[in-house]
């Protein structure tokens, strides 16, 4: 059964993109079928996978206001994942969705046309907890939240926490709260342990194990448009995000049996 996981926190800068990128690489080099959807307007999934957003004949934006199909706005990523591609097009969506019929179910009719091709879908969330967002959050399974281990970073998680709320209450009751992930993790910063602490009191056990550390090799991959293990498998980001995808996939696979 495929699953879908949308990778969001309204807070930029968090890691959403780097985890969307890697992640997806990872969970492909595990002989997943993974599609990879970039939704921020800002592109950087779609850079970040090899894929140059300033050249696309198509984007998710002409997909999400039926202008293209599936079909022809697929790409295939550096990363050996699928990926539907953003670029600054995907601004005036925001607006023309709000005229649009089932305007939050967007993108979960896209999902839903396609999922059976794929074992996991992830979409990269833009910053904001916009109509993107929501549409992103409507059309998964599961929502991955990265974050900072730094003061404000349990602060801002309460808007998110209502959204989902809300789309749990009305559209989507089977949305779940897949996993915490702690990126950018520096245990020598002081603030680390008392973020940590407060973080397993709140979501205990959907806090990943796994933390991706701080390490250049992650942010550099990206100016080479591909995930970090094919840039520098043996780095230390490389290693934490196949970490990552592991413990998906055994968790994946606890759910599974308690279900059958
Ligand atoms: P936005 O909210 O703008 O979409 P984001 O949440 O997607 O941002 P990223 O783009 O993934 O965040 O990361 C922000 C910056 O931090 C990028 O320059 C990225 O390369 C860098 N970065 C992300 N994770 C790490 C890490 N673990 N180690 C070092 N640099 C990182
Ligand atoms: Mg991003």
């Not at 080099?29 to 004949?57: C, H, W």
């Not at 801002?156 to 779940?176: E, H, V």
């Not at 993790?185 to 194990?209: C, H, I, M, W």
Request: glycine share 6%; with cysteine; proline share 4%.
């Amino acid at each position: 059964m495929s699953k879908v996981l949308a990778i969001a926190n309204q807070k930029g800068g968090v890691g959403k993109t780097t985890t969307s990128v890697n992640l997806a690489a990872s969970l492909s080099v595990t002989r997943n079928r993974v599609l990879l959807i970039d939704m921020d307007p800002q592109g950087n999934a779609t850079m970040g996978s090899g894929v140059d957003k300033n050249g696309l004949e198509y984007s998710i934006y002409d997909l999400l206001t039926d202008q293209a199909d599936f079909a022809n706005v697929v790409k295939r990523s550096e990363g050996e994942y699928d990926l539907i591609p953003a670029n600054g097009d995907l601004v005036s969506a925001e607006v023309e969705l709000i005229s649009l019929e089932n305007r939050e179910l967007r993108l979960r009719n896209i999902v839903e046309a396609n999922r059976e091709h794929y074992d996991f879908i992830v979409i990269d969330c833009p910053p904001a907890l916009s109509m993107l967002t929501i549409n992103s959050l409507v059309a998964a399974d599961g929502v991955v939240i990265p974050m900072q281990c730094e003061y404000y970073a349990l602060e801002g998680l309460s808007a998110l926490m209502d959204t989902i709320r809300a789309i749990q209450d009305r559209i989507n009751p089977t949305l779940k709260i897949e996993g915490i992930l702690r990126t950018m993790y520096d245990p020598r910063n002081k603030l680390t342990s008392e973020v940590n602490g407060q973080l397993f009191n709140y979501f205990g056990d959907a806090v990943y194990r796994t933390v991706v550390p701080r390490n250049i090799r992650l942010a550099e991959a990206p100016s080479y448009g591909k995930p970090v293990i094919k840039y520098d498998r043996k780095s230390r980001g490389a290693i934490a995000y196949l970490a990552l995808a592991g413990e998906m996939l055994r968790r994946h696979d606890e759910s599974a049996r308690v279900i059958q």
